[in-house]
């Protein structure tokens, strides 16, 4: 089934309703997202940092789909804005109003990492499709990009210091929203205060296009072929511009943009974009929820959240068991509760033993575990859980995770191996490769 979550900045619910027929589903309640605030924890739960009126620091909760309360929630030493998840759900990152991104797994509640990105707060929030790249917009106007193979290296973490793989500086005003394309040399679209949208190319770290719009542009949706750009402007207008064209006619909106639709009556704050069909779903301060069809610009359906303003819209794909509560429905998923609070501190792994991402559980676990890639200390932690229990079950268990562990570890020594040899071999071509090209002082 296909689902449309929305939030608010009040303290008001989150909404679910059926994307296909318009119920409303359920409503979790205490919570006051910020803008980029709410995601969606590999379809397996929701997430949302809060707003915080006092200043003791910042807060994230955790939502099961069947109950209407938050199961856990964390406190952080300063207010956390925008949260992001990679789309297997192991990693959520935050960023603080410092500048700073934190990074926790998912099953342990451990922060990994934490390192000072912007000058600024940390805005917006973005992985790119394979969970290798991570973009943060900012305050300050600047975007950047990491590469979380070198966050997680551990000479880098050592030195607490990480270099961003790129830096985008053009927006004079704060970064309102990203979106990334899909593929080996993804598209970067950005929208700012300062009433622009860029697109840049990822691969060579250069601007595109620039479109600037009549009003600032608070939320942006590309369509899935890449085509289109969806803006949603702060005058209730959502704007539609070309992205591919080589020229576009300049029309009564400016330059590139080819359409509008306008029907909500307040600014438009958030878009998203439908699993199925061509629909376009956006979220305004007006408190509605509206979904489009982005072909001939109609109104599908109109969803009401409450008094409060929408500022944030998810589309998930969901299970029916998980969504509607009953007295069958559980929150539990391969016989655990949802995974423990974010912690506060980051965590130091046994310097001996170091800190090791432990991947290929996918064929051995059930699809519906908390997450395909954990880390060792995790495994261990289980092991050491089900030693208590004592059952005959509970030692078939231990002896297939002790399995399981011994031959990821092996496997993380083989690549470490493998990772050795190769750089030796690119210092010897490159050693070889001067000596080779050396100038000659007796040649002719």
Request: with cysteine.
């Amino acid at each position: 089934m296909e689902v449309v979550v929305a939030s608010s900045s009040f303290e008001s619910d989150i909404a679910c309703w059926d994307f296909n027929t318009g119920a409303e589903l359920l409503r979790y309640k205490s919570c006051a997202s910020p803008n980029h605030g709410l995601v969606s924890v590999g379809d397996r739960f929701l997430a949302s940092s809060q707003l915080l009126h006092t200043n003791d620091g910042g807060s994230v909760k955790y939502w099961a789909w069947s109950k209407p309360r938050p199961d856990a929630k964390s406190s952080q030493d300063e207010p956390i804005k925008p949260l992001a998840a990679n789309r297997e759900g192991t990693y959520v990152v935050g960023g603080g109003v410092s500048g700073t991104i934190y990074l926790w797994e998912v099953t342990s509640g451990r922060m990994l990492r934490k390192w000072d990105a912007h000058y600024r707060a940390v805005s917006c929030l973005r992985f790119s499709d394979d969970g290798t790249i991570l973009l943060s917009g900012s305050e300050d106007g600047e975007i950047r990009a990491w590469n979380l193979v070198t966050i997680f290296d551990d000479h880098q973490s050592q030195h607490e210091k990480y270099g961003h793989l790129l830096s985008f500086t053009e927006h004079s005003l704060s970064v309102t929203d990203m979106v990334l394309g899909f593929g080996y040399d993804p598209v970067i679209v950005s929208a700012s205060e300062d009433r622009t949208c860029k697109i840049w190319s990822f691969s060579r770290g250069a601007l595109l296009r620039n479109i600037v719009f009549p009003t600032i542009i608070d939320a942006i949706a590309m369509d899935p072929g890449e085509n289109l750009l969806f803006a949603g402007g702060r005058d209730g207008n959502i704007y539609v511009a070309a992205l591919n064209t080589a020229k576009t006619a300049s029309s009564k909106y400016g330059l590139h943009i080819i359409n509008c639709f306008s029907n909500h009556s307040k600014a438009v704050t958030c878009l998203a974009w439908g699993l199925s069909g061509n629909y376009l779903i956006s979220g305004s301060e007006d408190g509605m929820v509206r979904v489009w069809d982005a072909k001939t610009a109609n109104i599908i359906r109109v969803l009401k959240h409450s008094k409060g303003p929408v500022n944030n819209i998810l589309v998930i794909r969901q299970q029916v068991s998980h969504t509607i509560p009953n007295s069958q429905a559980s929150s539990r998923w391969h016989g655990s509760s949802l995974p423990p609070p974010l912690e506060k501190r980051a965590y130091e792994a046994d310097k001996d033993a170091g800190f090791k991402a432990v991947i290929g559980l996918q064929d051995t676990c059930n699809k519906s575990t908390d997450a395909v890639y954990i880390t060792s200390d995790v495994m261990e932690r289980q092991i050491r859980e089900l030693q208590q229990q004592g059952s005959a079950s509970a030692e078939m268990e231990i002896e297939r995770l002790k399995h399981e562990n011994k031959r990821c570890i092996q496997m993380v020594q083989q690549w470490e191996k493998m990772y050795d040899n190769l750089h030796q071999f690119c210092v010897n071509e490159l050693v070889d490769g001067d000596k080779g090209g050396a100038p000659n002082g007796n040649a002719p």
